[in-house]
Each structure stands twice: as C-alpha cells, then as structure tokens.
C-alpha cells in the first residue's frame, strides 16, 4: 500500500529544494494551502489530477516526482 506520509516527504522536499513556498505552489496548482500542507504532512493523499497539479506548479514532469516517490518505497523497504 502506499505510504501518504512518504508522497507527502518526497512532494515537500521537491518543493523545498525548489525554494518554493506552499502558499507558492498552492497557488499555481489551483489547490488550497491547506490542502497541500496536509498531504506533505501525509495526513491527505492527493488524486491524480492534484497529483499532477501540484508537479506542475513546481515546474517538474509529474512522472520525475513518481520515480522519486518509488525510489523513496524502495529504500524504504529495504530496511524491512
């Protein structure tokens, strides 16, 4: 299953290397602040369209972030 606390890691730290606000990427992702915190924070799991929102809004392929997002699954398991 997929783990909405490591999607929220991978989409916060896309974000923050990028130097970009939430309030930043909300904005251009047409998504409440709020909205995009809880799903770094793991609390909501984005949809797709989100999903694909939120990529472009930090100006990535939507595909870039879901290998970064299945390399974090693979280091993950490894530890279990």
């Keep these: 299953m997929l783990d909405s ?3 929220g890691r991978v989409i916060q730290k896309f974000r923050e290397d ?3 606000s939430q309030e ?3 904005g251009f992702a047409d998504i409440g602040r709020t909205h995009l915190s809880a ?4 609390a909501r799991k ?3 369209e989100t999903f694909y929102r939120i990529a472009e809004a930090m100006n990535i392929k939507p595909s ?3 290998k970064a997002i ?6 993950a398991s490894d530890f279990l």
């Design 18 to 20: 990028k130097g970009l």
């Design 24 to 26: 930043v990427v909300s």
């Design 70 to 75: 299945e390399e974090e699954i693979g280091k």
């Design 5 to 7: 606390v490591l999607v």
């Design 64 to 66: 870039v972030l879901l």
């Design 46 to 48: 984005p949809t797709l």
């Design 39 to 42: 799903i770094e924070r793991g």
